[in-house]
């Protein structure tokens, strides 16, 4: 009896089958994630004995017919170069957990057992690989529920958020329109930024003249008190971005909006770089039980590890996004590759980016460096009245942006090199094979000036390996310039 299904044997994931020439890859599948389509290959189990990857056996007396995916091949190697580095010695665990306990856990929790190992239960043998997706989740980016229905992380396609702020000029329904900007552009999600001005600035800050082209009032308080919405008005906000469908959310500019927005019901929390290094703020915030998304503008990467350690101990689901805290923002200051140090540093949560730059280039190179969240902000007009309008993506801008995000998730595909379905046309067409140099009659031992490397027909042996021919025999004769095929040569 055969263990057999169309299905990988980790994930589950289902596929069609069909061989493609000349590849031992089983089959291609097609996932189709919010209009977007990413493919896997599906390898037989046995076929991956061959480069060193073997799971449990089956039950005695039963063929082995399971597959694995292209991605979970991926992270069973990464699995196990973890663990043939921890039996190295335990120095590399013990740098681990001083620069960070909690990845220090997670290394202890993979060492013992192997998860690449048959486990035992209750005494008894176990067959597969029950604890192998249990490792991989804790050795992959971890992926969670932002929103009712929206998945960040891992594979998920990269969460966009449309930053009004403050760009509403004070007017609910300029407040609206932005909101249905967001939503026409594809974006997920409509974000404000909610202050109880009290609470926030102390009276000396509110009272302080303010006569910069961008005031609305005489003094700060003044200006601020222009542009700020009532609760009233935020639950009229909310209530129009959930009839046209898109995620309403807000930074809590301070920890009495924080409970206001609680109490409002939104999604997930946003954390301004302003308040990154409020610890009390951030570990009052976390206690709410809501996700959490965390600029990093104005901070360090000590800064940074203090947040991570309080959110983790509260239980907290979160990521982090890179940001510089200028507007506008010059390209030598965005530093994209803090995102790559992120994700090195805290591998457990996903990473994203909030941008203050001109246009779109910088953001899409973002979500090409891997951020599973990238924040914008929009506006009507550049050239309105306010600080953040010049940095800021107008709606023709907004929608170029999530495009070509899109495009390059497509792009991105995954991490096993081989070649692919779509390539077939031009390897039947131009591929190359190993030809005879001269006539080679049968029963010839083969040596290299017998072989040459042309595009012909019909398809012979591939290139790669013309040095395997050497010192073999052929089996029949061969004319000059002919295809030499399997069945060709014997040992």
Not at 11 to 31: D, E, I, M, P, Q
Not at 256 to 267: E, M
């Amino acid at each position: 009896m055969a263990v057999s299904s169309n299905r990988c044997c980790n994930c589950n994931t289902k596929f069609t089958k069909h061989r493609l020439k000349g590849s031992k890859t089983t089959s291609y599948n097609r996932l189709s994630v919010n209009s977007h389509i990413f493919r896997r290959t599906f390898t037989p189990i046995i076929a991956l004995r061959d480069v060193g990857i073997e799971l449990a056996p089956t039950r005695p007396g039963q063929k082995d017919e399971r597959y694995l995916c292209s991605d979970c091949v991926v992270k069973i190697r990464e699995i196990s170069d973890s663990q043939r580095k921890f039996d190295e010695g335990r120095e590399g665990l013990e740098a681990a957990s001083k620069k960070n306990s909690y990845l220090g856990r997670k290394l202890k929790r993979l060492h013992s057992p192997s998860p690449l190992k048959t486990q035992k239960r209750g005494g008894k043998q176990a067959h597969g690989a029950p604890s192998l997706a249990k490792a991989i989740r804790e050795t992959m980016p971890l992926e969670f529920e932002l929103a009712p229905g929206r998945m960040i992380g891992g594979d998920h396609p990269c969460y966009i958020i449309a930053e009004i702020g403050q760009n509403h000029q004070g007017e609910i329904q300029i407040a609206k329109d932005l909101i249905k900007v967001a939503k026409d552009a594809g974006a997920d999600c409509a974000k404000f930024q909610k202050s109880e001005l009290s609470y926030k600035f102390n009276k000396a800050a509110l009272a302080r003249p303010y006569t910069s082209k961008n005031s609305w009032g005489k003094t700060y308080g003044e200006h601020k008190e222009f542009l700020e919405f009532s609760h009233d008005q935020y639950k009229e906000l909310q209530d129009y971005a959930n009839q046209i469908g898109i995620h309403f959310t807000a930074s809590g500019m301070d920890e009495k909006a924080v409970d206001f927005l609680h109490d409002l019901g939104v999604p997930f929390f946003k954390v301004g770089s302003g308040d990154t290094n409020n610890l009390p703020y951030i570990s009052r915030t976390a206690e709410k039980g809501r996700p959490m998304i965390v600029s990093s503008g104005m901070q360090s990467m000590e800064t940074m590890r203090k947040v991570y350690k309080i959110l983790k101990d509260k239980g907290a689901t979160f990521c982090f996004l890179q940001c510089t805290s200028a507007y506008p923002l010059e390209a030598e200051d965005v530093h994209l590759r803090c995102i790559e140090a992120y994700r090195k540093e805290f591998p457990d949560i996903p990473i994203g980016y909030s941008g203050h730059e001109s246009g779109a280039t910088i953001t899409v190179g973002a979500v090409a460096l891997g951020a599973k969240v990238v924040e914008r902000h929009i506006t009507m007009d550049k050239s309105w009245k306010g600080s953040d309008h010049e940095a800021s993506l107008e709606p023709d801008e907004l929608k170029d942006l999530v495009r070509q995000i899109r495009l390059v998730e497509r792009a991105l595909g995954g991490t096993v090199k081989e070649m692919r379905e779509c390539e077939l046309p031009t390897f039947n067409k131009l591929g190359k094979s190993i030809v005879a140099a001269r006539d080679i009659p049968s029963g010839s031992v083969i040596t290299a000036d017998m072989l040459g490397v042309k595009v012909a027909e019909p398809k012979g042996l591939q290139p790669e390996n013309i040095a395997d021919l050497i010192g073999k025999r052929t089996t029949r004769a061969i004319d000059y310039d002919d295809s030499i095929r399997k069945g060709d040569v014997t040992e």
